[in-house]
């Protein structure tokens, strides 16, 4: 039977195990599968995260090239959606010679926006799986809806509000606001960064009774880190800086791995831009866009589990309290968009990996 191997080129410091359920679970049904590393990995110098790796079966690799050595053909290779890179090469190479390539959807809504070189991929949501046929027909052989690795982990997620807040010397009476800015590349090509100050003026001039906190991309986090396989780097914009060095001084930056504790924890989102739009009504959590017509998005826009309002009406909604959730709509909105948010979408890409190395 073909050999299943899962190749991480990108180490995703928000949720650092987010494959592991689907390596377990593909395991676990008897599947002889690798997870594959290049040697340097900045997963390997972490103590910790290294530890949890080395559970795994563990292959380290020196080149691209060498995914063709430890695998034949047939055998099935499973990435991240990506389109270049590091991870994009790796599946034209693997694709070109006669390994079967599925690359997951990580969210957001690029599988829309850009082709992939893998034969098979996952959706999190029909609608997004039909978005994508009509923008790129004829490009895969199956799309399958599946849900994200990452919505899981929302799913899972666990946070006693007032020990969190605690831990961030936020008092746990104040109302807590997370701002949710976009990758710090987009941020600062699309002209956010007035925008983004302007948010944090009002909240300080105006709010308060709120406390605000950002949680910030991926990438923003992985500024700073060495230059090295897993990592991205975004911070040529901010001369090699978080952006919120710049963006948000002196206020609370939630830690990379406890962006989804942060939401489940908050009263509010106040968003602009950011796809995480998408991810909030798995939290049932009130959703402010700010400015959204002023901007390209992509994400699909509910009145039902979010809203819609001008800058100069922030400081008004939030005070008054207008806003609100409905949480039945939330549901039908991550069923609509999301598949859903059971937690099980590792256990549906097993069984899509399973069916395509038949």
């Not at 995260?49 to 080149?63: C, G, M, R, S, V």
């Not at 987009?186 to 956010?192: H, P, S, T």
Request: hydrophobic residues 40%; proline residues 4%.
């Amino acid at each position: 039977m073909a050999k299943i191997f899962i190749f991480s080129d990108f180490y995703l410091c928000t949720f650092p195990f987010v494959e592991f359920p689907l390596y377990y679970e593909i395991k676990n049904r008897g599947i002889d599968i690798k997870y594959i590393l290049q040697k340097n990995d900045i997963r390997m110098s972490d103590k910790n995260i290294a530890k949890e790796y080395n559970k795994l079966d563990l292959i380290l690799i020196d080149k691209i090239g060498d995914l063709l050595k430890i695998s034949s053909d047939g055998d099935l290779f499973i990435l991240r959606f990506c389109y270049k890179g590091t991870g994009g090469k790796a599946a034209e190479l693997l694709r070109n010679n006669k390994r079967k390539v599925l690359q997951y959807d990580v969210g957001g809504i690029d599988i829309r926006v850009r082709a992939c070189p893998a034969q098979y991929l996952t959706a999190k949501s029909e609608n997004l799986k039909q978005a994508t046929i009509k923008k790129f027909p004829g490009q895969y052989k199956e799309i399958f809806v599946t849900g994200t690795l990452q919505y899981d982990v929302a799913y899972a997620t666990e946070v006693n509000r007032t020990e969190f807040l605690e831990s961030y010397g936020i008092d746990p009476e104040k109302k807590l606001a997370i701002l949710t800015p976009a990758n710090p590349g987009e941020a600062w090509m699309v002209g956010l960064k007035d925008t983004y100050k302007d948010i944090v003026k009002i909240m300080r001039k105006k709010c308060p009774s709120y406390h605000l906190a950002v949680k910030c991309h991926p990438l923003d986090y992985m500024i700073g880190m060495p230059n090295i396989p897993g990592v991205i780097q975004k911070g040529q914009h901010y001369g090699n800086k978080h952006s919120w060095e710049e963006l948000f001084p002196d206020i609370t930056v939630i830690k990379a791995e406890e962006g989804y504790k942060a939401l489940k924890a908050c009263d509010v989102v106040i968003n602009v831009r950011s796809s995480l739009a998408m991810e909030i009504p798995m939290f049932r959590k009130p959703l402010i866009n700010v400015d959204r017509k002023k901007y390209v998005t992509n994400w699909p826009f509910d009145p039902k589990v979010m809203m819609d309002i001008d800058m100069g009406d922030l400081a008004y909604t939030l005070n008054s309290n207008v806003y609100g959730i409905d949480k039945k709509a939330c549901e039908e909105y991550c069923k609509r968009e999301n598949y859903s948010d059971d937690g099980k979408a590792y256990i549906r890409i097993a069984n899509v990996a399973m069916e395509v190395i038949k």
